[in-house]
């Protein structure tokens, strides 16, 4: 079975505080998502990566940077935390098995309140 | 771009009884991938149901199914003999032939289930 593991589920930052959000996966997917999640809004991809240190800005990636250094971690980063970043933030993978319309393996998400 | 439009916030459904969670969605594109998720309380995202679009055989997994209608651009999901355990968010998704690994979400329809 596909394993997504956030570290945190919960987290309570201050503003303008740099704040790090952690995904690892317990195999070798290239593939790896991150995205915030908002009442009304659904999900919307905020950085995606298709393998070590290389990544793809999404939809919304203003306010964002991210960091893959290796394979199994992906971590979001917000540089100087505002409170319109409060949020649910969800991490995903696409497994690597041949499918294109293969469906993504998500992280139970972090719940981030930005004070 | 893409957009998906889930236009029932929330919707209720006695146990046993059938519910149906409507989806619709913009694109130019002639071949595309459609997804339904899944994401109860514990927060963990699941994959209920996908349809290639270039299927017109509507997809079926157990209790849920599609009804999918590529010129009307609607994809709604309908749930038989409902259980507890569907009251979850359910979210509609898109992925673009060409669009590589990126999927539009909708914004979600919360599910309750009446015992």
């Known amino acids: 079975d596909v394993k997504v593991t956030q570290s945190s589920r919960y987290l309570v930052k201050r503003t303008g505080e740099k704040v790090f959000l952690e995904c690892v996966q317990d195999?070798?997917?290239?593939?790896m998502f991150w995205y915030r999640q908002d009442p009304g809004l659904g999900l919307r991809l905020i950085y995606f990566s298709y393998d070590v240190k290389m990544k793809e800005k999404g939809d919304i990636p203003e306010g964002y940077s991210v960091s893959r250094e290796k394979k199994e971690r992906f971590s979001l980063i917000l540089e100087s935390a505002s409170t319109n970043q409060t949020s649910m933030y969800l991490c995903?993978?696409?497994?690597?098995?041949?499918?294109?319309?293969?469906?993504?393996?998500f992280g139970n998400g972090t719940r981030l309140t930005v004070t | 771009a893409q957009t998906v439009t889930q236009s029932q916030p929330e919707m209720s459904v006695q146990e046993a009884e059938t519910v149906t969670l409507s989806c619709t969605y913009d694109t130019s594109e002639s071949d595309y991938y459609l997804f339904w998720y899944k994401q109860p309380p514990s927060r963990q995202m699941i994959l209920v149901i996908r349809?290639?679009?270039?299927?017109?055989q509507n997809a079926t997994e157990n209790r849920f199914s599609v009804n999918f209608q590529k010129a009307a651009k609607s994809f709604s999901l309908k749930i038989s003999d409902s259980q507890l355990g569907d009251a979850a968010m359910y979210f509609c998704?898109?992925?673009?032939?060409?669009?590589?690994?990126?999927?539009?979400f909708g914004g979600g329809t919360r599910l309750m289930v009446k015992p």
């Open positions: 349809q290639e679009a270039y299927k017109q």
């Open positions: 995903a993978i696409k497994p690597r098995d041949g499918s294109y319309n293969s469906p993504l393996h």
């Open positions: 195999m070798d997917h290239e593939n």
């Open positions: 998704a898109y992925k673009g032939y060409n669009a590589g690994n990126m999927l539009t």
